[in-house]
T-cell receptor, first 114, second 115 residues
Framework: GAGVSQSPRYKVAKRGQDVALRCDPI?????LFWYQQALGQGPEFLTY????????KSGLPSDRFFAERPEGSVSTLKIQRTQQEDSAVYLC????????????FGQGTRLTVV | QQQVKQSPQSLIVQKGGISIINCAYE??????FPWYQQFPGKGPALLIA?????SEKKEGRFTISFNKSAKQFSLHIMDSQPGDSATYFC??????????????FGKGTMLLVSP
């Protein structure tokens, strides 16, 4: 596709429910990042994939958060037993090289936990 | 500990004026400093970026000024237009041991350009 595509755009989950957020990066992009953006804040790094390898998951806030990119293209961020503090916009970004400096962001998935 | 501090939180500028947003960083290992523009409901979009080997970079109406000794950098928007009204984020990154870079963002500045 022309850009990074994320789905769903909006997700409302009841507390305790599991959710899965999808990211389709720009075709051929090696690097894929997930960021979390709380209301009124800048994005914060969650995890990084280089092709199918998850090289950095230091930003994942708890073991309820899990990400995968099994074939080196589409990625899924899964949150188990959602809590209210998980409410945020989840942004996916991709870049063509390993560097990740010129990253292109998707529109994000706004997750609201009620 | 906030590694990238951004100010002001919000800014109102008249059409045709100059918008100035400032950022300061702590980690001297940062080697790439981009600015992102974000419209409501959209993801951040790269606007302009600079590396610490130059003190200024200009692209159209947008200029980054970089002061390595002070660990500060700023975005100047000349001839500000209502269409520039958005939230602006500064960011910084450094290359990890395995070659990739992750972005550390400031908290953002909400710019409103009045007609």
């Amino acid at each position: 596709g022309a850009g990074v595509s994320q789905s769903p755009r909006y997700k409302v989950a009841k507390r305790g429910q599991d959710v899965a957020l999808r990211c389709d990066p720009i075709s051929g992009h090696v690097s894929l990042f997930w960021y979390q953006q709380a209301l009124g804040q800048g994005p914060e790094f969650l995890t990084y994939f280089q092709n199918e390898a998850q090289l950095d998951k230091s930003g994942l806030p708890s073991d309820r958060f899990f990400a995968e990119r099994p074939e080196g293209s589409v990625s899924t961020l899964k949150i188990q037993r959602t809590q209210q503090e998980d409410s945020a916009v989840y942004l996916c970004a991709s870049s063509s090289g390993r560097g990740g400096t010129e990253a292109f962001f998707g529109q994000g998935t706004r997750l609201t936990v009620v | 500990q906030q590694q990238v501090k951004q100010s002001p939180q919000s800014l109102i500028v008249q059409k045709g004026g100059i918008s100035i947003i400032n950022c300061a960083y702590e980690n001297t290992a940062f080697d790439y400093f981009p600015w992102y523009q974000q419209f409501p409901g959209k993801g951040p979009a790269l606007l302009i970026a600079i590396r610490p080997d130059v003190s200024e970079k200009k692209e159209g109406r947008f200029t980054i000024s970089f002061n390595k000794s002070a660990k500060q950098f700023s975005l100047h928007i000349m001839d500000s237009q209502p269409g520039d009204s958005a939230t602006y984020f500064c960011a910084a990154s450094m290359r990890a041991w395995s070659g990739y870079s992750t972005l550390t963002f400031g908290k953002g500045t909400m710019l409103l350009v009045s007609p």
